[in-house]
């Protein structure tokens, strides 16, 4: 959000800088963390995880985003672009308070649930 606004006022250059370094950061951030949760929780499936999570985040950041994404900057501003992705996010951000409280039960229904496939 705050890359955006600093963008859209024009703000010193090292401003929206330092933003786009925490959105680097974040990104490489929420890619390595959902790969050593997947190989923590998934040692079986560790191989099949990591190549579906990296394909998955090259296509959605790569391709997918791409393909919209400037035509809406150019549309929009990029404030209001920005400010838009970051309410995504906290939305997303949200889900991770049930995960928390309910993360190993789901974990231990998955387990239970391949384990009754496999017979």
Known sequence: MGYGWSAQERDLWIVPTVFF???SFGCSLGSTTAI??????YRQYAGEALVTLNFSKNIFHGLVFSLFFN???????SRRVFVAIGGIQVGCL????????YGKRARMWTVRKNLMEKF
Request: charged share 15%; net charge negative; hydrophobic share 50%.
């Open 94 to 101: 949200a889900s991770t308070i049930p995960m928390y409280i």
């Open 36 to 41: 050593t949760f997947a190989v923590d929780s």
């Open 21 to 23: 370094g925490f959105i």
């Open 71 to 77: 035509r809406w900057l150019d549309a929009e501003g």
